[in-house]
C-alpha cells in the first residue's frame, strides 16, 4: 500500500503539530511528511479541508461477543467502529460468557484479528469480579496478563466497597485503572428516567442523580486511601464533574469520560416514550450538560467515549420501561462531538483530538500515536465542515437504536488507516 495523502490538516497534540501538509504512506507507515511531496505510483488523495489525526480510541463499548451476535458482533462492531472513525476501541465484558476469563479474552483478540484484515484495534477490558455478580474478584493478574487494558464491572456497579478497594490495590500492580458504572443500585433500582420535572409529568420511575454521585464520592476516597487508578465511565450529572474536579485538585489518580449523548440530549428529549432515548445513566438536565461542558472545557473530563450499546429492534420496540438501556452511538460520536463542542467553541480542535485519541491511551496506558515520518500511520481522517443527516438505517452496526434518526449534524468520518489497512467512509 502507497497513499499520499495530500494537504490535510494534521493536528497531532502529542507532537504539537498544527499545520496543512503531505503525508506519504507505504506498506502502513509514514514514510514522508512535508508540503509539495511527490510520489509516481502512489494513489493520492486530496485531503484539503480535512483533519488528519491520531487514530481516535473509544474506551467503551459493547460488541456483544460472544453471546449476543444477534445485537452485534466482533466484526460488526469493528465495521461500526471504522465507519465512525475510529481505529481501537476497548470492550465491555458484560457479555455471555463475560470476560472474566483468559480464554473469553482469547477469543476475542482472535475475532478482532479476523475482522476488517485488524484495522481496528480491539482491547479488552476484563470484569472486575466473576461473572459480574459482585460477590468475589475475578482473577485479575490472569486477565491483565492475557491482555486486559482495564477492568470494570459495567452495565453494573462495584458495590462492595470492600471488594472495590481491593480491586484498585491489586489492579495498581499491573498499571491498570478500574472502570465504574458509577450507581447506587439501591437508589437507583427499578428506576429508567432522571428524578425531576419530566419524569414525574411521564410518570416514569426515577434515577435520581444521587445515586451516581455517592458511588463516585465512595469511589474517590476509596481511590485516594489505596492509590489505585480510578475512572468513572460516562459521567452525566453536575454534582459527579465537580467531585472529579475536586479529587484531581488533591491529586487522586481519578479521570472520567462523558457520551456525546450526555452533552447534546436532556430528559426533555423522553417526551415521545422513545425507548432510544432510554439509557443509563439517563439523560439529565440542561444544568447537568452545561457542567460537562465546562468539565470538557477545563480538562476534568479526559475523555469522550460513546458507551456503544447495540440492541435489536424487537427489543426496543417495547414499553418504555421494560425496554433495554443503550443506545449505539460509534457513528455519530464525531458528528455530536464537532456540532456541539467544536462548533459552539467548547473544546478547540487539539482538544477534540486529545479527547478522542491522546487521552485515552494515556488512561489506559496504551502506546501513544504520533504523526512524524518513520511512525506506523494509525489516523483518523475527519472532515469538521460536512453537513449530514443522521440515517440509522444506513449504519455499519447491525443495530439502529440511536435516538438520532434525522438528526442534522455537522462533522463527519472520511477515513480510517491502521495496521497496513485503509477504510474510506466516503469517496476519495
Not at 502502513?28 to 502512489?42: D, F, H, N
Request: hydrophobic share 40%; proline share 6%; net charge negative.
Amino acid at each position: 500500500m502507497q497513499l499520499l495523502l495530500k494537504n490535510g490538516r494534521v493536528v497531532d497534540p502529542v507532537t504539537g503539530r498544527d499545520e496543512e501538509m503531505d503525508l506519504l504512506i507505504v506498506d502502513g507507515r509514514i514514510e514522508k511528511t512535508g508540503k509539495g511531496l511527490a510520489a509516481p505510483g502512489a494513489q493520492a488523495i486530496e485531503l484539503r479541508g480535512k483533519v488528519v489525526a491520531p487514530g481516535f480510541l473509544d474506551m467503551h463499548v459493547h460488541f456483544r461477543e460472544p453471546g449476543f451476535e444477534y445485537k452485534e458482533t466482533i466484526a460488526s462492531g469493528c465495521a461500526s467502529a471504522a465507519a465512525g472513525g475510529f481505529t481501537a476501541v476497548c470492550c465491555m465484558p458484560n457479555t455471555n460468557p463475560p470476560i472474566d476469563d483468559e480464554s473469553v479474552i482469547r477469543f476475542i483478540q482472535s475475532k478482532a484479528k479476523e475482522a476488517l484484515n485488524g484495522l481496528v484495534d480491539v482491547y479488552p477490558i476484563g470484569a472486575v469480579t466473576m461473572g459480574r455478580k459482585g460477590e468475589h474478584l475475578a482473577p485479575l493478574a490472569e486477565l491483565a496478563t492475557a491482555g486486559a487494558v482495564a477492568f470494570s464491572d459495567d452495565g453494573s456497579p462495584v458495590f462492595d466497597s470492600e471488594l472495590m478497594r481491593r480491586a484498585l490495590e491489586y489492579s495498581a500492580m499491573y498499571k491498570k485503572p478500574v472502570i465504574q458504572h458509577a450507581e447506587d443500585p439501591a437508589l437507583s433500582k427499578g428506576g429508567v428516567a432522571n428524578e425531576g420535572f419530566v419524569s414525574t409529568q411521564l410518570g416514569l420511575p426515577v434515577i435520581p442523580r444521587l445515586a451516581e454521585e455517592v458511588m463516585v464520592v465512595r469511589d474517590i476516597r476509596l481511590a485516594e486511601y489505596t492509590g489505585g487508578q480510578y475512572h468513572v465511565a460516562h459521567v452525566s450529572t453536575a454534582e459527579a464533574v465537580a467531585a472529579v474536579r475536586a479529587a484531581k485538585a488533591k491529586g487522586v489518580p481519578v479521570t472520567c469520560e462523558v457520551a456525546p449523548h450526555h452533552f447534546t440530549l436532556t430528559d426533555e428529549a423522553l417526551r415521545g416514550y422513545d425507548t432510544n432515548t432510554k439509557m443509563n445513566p439517563p439523560l439529565r438536565t440542561h444544568g447537568d450538560i452545561e457542567a460537562i461542558k465546562e468539565g470538557l472545557r477545563d480538562g476534568t473530563i479526559d475523555a469522550i467515549a460513546t458507551d456503544h450499546a447495540p440492541h435489536s429492534f424487537d427489543e426496543k420496540e417495547v414499553e418504555f420501561q421494560v425496554a433495554p438501556f443503550g443506545i449505539v452511538g460509534l457513528e455519530t460520536a464525531i458528528g455530536l462531538a464537532v456540532t456541539e463542542l467544536l462548533r459552539k467553541n467548547v473544546l478547540t480542535l487539539t482538544q477534540l483530538v486529545e479527547k478522542f485519541s491522546v487521552n485515552p491511551r494515556r488512561i489506559l496506558h496504551l502506546p501513544e500515536i504520533r504523526i512524524e515520518a518513520g511512525a506506523m500511520a494509525n489516523l483518523t481522517i475527519f472532515d469538521p465542515a460536512a453537513d449530514w443527516v443522521v440515517h440509522p438505517q444506513a449504519f455499519r452496526s447491525q443495530s439502529r437504536n440511536s435516538p438520532f434518526g434525522g438528526f442534522k449534524l455537522t462533522g463527519r468520518a472520511v477515513g480510517v488507516l491502521n495496521n497496513g489497512q485503509a477504510s474510506w467512509a466516503t469517496p476519495s
